[in-house]
């Protein structure tokens, strides 16, 4: 068990040496690109998993819904922050020029966003389809009003 733990701490300061010192996502533009991105791709698949359900793609799974909202309502929460580092604007990232003009409106929609994921998560713990249903729909809405303003295609 021991011998375990040593070699798993040795593993991981080895990842740590290998990758550099510079690698760090709050301090380098491009790092924050790749963060904020890799947060938005598993955003879209935990949405996606919940809409097949309600869609009928794959059969409804009540723990499977919480599970992805549980996910959710944490993801939702990461993007942020990797706009707002010293130098965001000027790194690369499929962003519009609007977004840096307009990046307190960007962060309101991101804590809106937020916010109704924890209210999604909130009605997949009460459990009834009707209402998680619904709370889907707000959280899902999201996704496009703020994509129309600050992404770039
Ligand atoms: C508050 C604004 C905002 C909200 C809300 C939002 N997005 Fe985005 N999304 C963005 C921006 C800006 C980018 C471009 C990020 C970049 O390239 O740096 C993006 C990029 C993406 C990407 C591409 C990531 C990549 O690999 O290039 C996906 C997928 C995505 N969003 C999915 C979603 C889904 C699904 C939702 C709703 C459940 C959502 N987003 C909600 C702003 C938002």
């Not at 020029?97 to 307009?102: D, K, S, V, Y």
């Amino acid at each position: 068990m021991k011998k375990a733990l040593i070699s798993i701490a040795l593993l991981c300061s080895g990842v740590l040496l290998s990758q550099g010192a510079q690698a760090n996502a709050f301090v380098n533009g491009e790092d924050a690109v790749s963060y904020r991105q890799a947060a938005f791709q598993t955003i879209r698949f935990n949405l996606v998993d919940i809409n097949d359900m309600f869609r009928g793609n794959v059969p409804y799974d009540l723990e499977r819904v919480q599970r992805r909202a549980e996910a959710l309502a944490t993801l939702t929460q990461l993007p942020w922050e990797a706009f707002n580092i010293p130098g965001a604007d000027h790194a690369s990232g499929k962003v519009k020029a609007a977004l840096w003009q307009n990046l307190e409106d960007f962060n309101q929609r991101g804590e809106k966003f937020a916010a109704d994921a924890a209210a999604l998560h909130e009605a997949a713990q009460g459990g009834d389809r009707r209402a998680i249903q619904g709370a889907f729909r707000e959280f899902a809405n999201n996704c496009k009003a703020c994509h129309d303003n600050y992404r770039a295609d």
